[in-house]
């Protein structure tokens, strides 16, 4: 199946710090990306869609000013979580979709200490 | 919300067949109904997509009936390897975007 994957794998930083995350579509180009945070034993919740070359859309209580999305490109997305603070440490998972099939990155673990 | 109602979990053995049925009333007639498998600290994983009627890969089946109200995954002669949260979405139309919002999931467990 298509490729998605994420950068990096895993975060620390420091409270107040900026962190950037990327999402990329490897073998197919997707005209829309998604990013999802998951806390522990807990479903996926969706952040934002984000179109290539458009602003993203956020879905309803996530902060567009702190949870920085960017489509760049029809294989790029990233994510850039800015002053992180500790109740920002989640999972953070990007999608992107390929036709009628939407497949799903690894993960980005994101601890703020 | 979430489109979908699954069983919040699930208890199996190693070699038997598993069916997991989620209910999804509301199905739009451009919906089409994936399945998800997720482990601890990964990504979800494809595991199987369809419109209608009856769609089989490698791993698994699916089972639409005609009014597509419902779907029913089954995997096959079960593993320790399959424990694990599945989940089933139907796609959302919002602000003319195609989106897939999770519900709570079904967690497998598969006994020896």
């Known amino acids: 199946g298509a490729v998605v994957s994420q950068h990096p794998s895993w975060v620390i930083c420091k409270s107040g710090t900026s962190v950037k995350i990327e999402c990329r579509s490897l073998d197919f180009q997707a005209t829309t990306m998604f990013w999802y945070r998951q806390f522990p034993k807990q479903s996926l919740m969706l952040m934002a869609t984000s179109n290539e070359g458009s602003k993203a859309t956020y879905e309803q209580g996530v902060e567009k000013d702190k949870f920085l999305i960017n489509h760049a490109s029809l294989t790029l997305s990233t994510l850039t979580v800015t002053s992180a603070h500790p109740e920002d440490s989640s999972f953070y998972i990007c999608?992107?979709?390929?036709?009628?099939?939407?497949?799903f990155g690894p993960g980005t673990r994101l601890t703020v200490t | 919300l979430a489109k979908t109602t699954q069983p919040i979990s699930m208890d199996s053995y190693e070699g038997q067949e598993v069916n997991i049925t989620c209910s999804h009333n509301?199905?739009?007639?451009?919906?089409?109904i994936t399945w998800y498998q997720q482990f601890p600290s990964q990504g979800p994983r494809f595991i199987i997509q369809g419109y209608k009627t009856k769609v089989t890969n490698e791993v698994a089946s699916l089972f639409i009936p005609a009014d597509r109200k419902s779907s029913t995954l089954s995997l096959p002669r079960v593993s320790l390897s399959d424990t694990a949260v599945y989940y089933c979405?139907?796609?959302?139309?919002?602000?003319?975007?195609?989106?897939?919002?999770f519900g709570s999931g079904t967690r497998l467990l598969v006994r020896p």
């Open positions: 979405l139907v796609g959302d139309w919002v602000d003319s975007s195609y989106k897939l919002i």
């Open positions: 509301n199905i739009a007639t451009n919906d089409y």
């Open positions: 999608s992107a979709r390929g036709g009628s099939e939407q497949y």
